[in-house]
């Protein structure tokens, strides 16, 4: 299985993100799932087993910009990413902030750029 992949299921675009950096903390194997075009917002992670991650550090959640051009990833920083580093994914979030800042943007960036690059090869 590729790192990223863009899949055409059911006219339904969305992404595939390998390991996703973001939602394996204290963890691994997860990996995210992120709708696109009339998908776009949806995001959901699966463990390495298949199932569904909903515990408050890991789990999807909704985007409010997709980041599938440069424009759209600047604008997923300011809507989604900086949120989620000030507070987390929601309340029960037991992750402090620092722990959420030190995850490399940079690594967040190349994941989502993996993908999108997929959309035009």
């Given at each position: ?23 394996n ?44 051009t ?52």
């Open positions: 299985m590729p790192n990223s992949l863009i899949v055409n299921k059911n006219d339904k675009l969305i992404i595939y993100l390998e390991n996703s950096i973001a939602h903390i204290g963890t691994s194997g997860n990996v995210e799932i992120r709708g696109l075009v009339s998908r776009a917002g949806q995001q959901a992670i699966y463990d390495k087993n298949g199932n569904l991650v909903t515990d408050p550090v890991n789990m999807g959640t909704f985007d409010f910009s997709s980041p599938t440069a424009w759209g990833f600047a604008q997923h920083y300011f809507t989604d990413i900086q949120p989620w580093i000030d507070w987390g994914n929601s309340p029960e979030d037991i992750t402090t902030r620092a722990q959420r800042n030190a995850i490399p943007i940079d690594s967040l960036k190349s994941g989502t750029k993996e993908a999108i690059k997929s959309l035009f090869q």
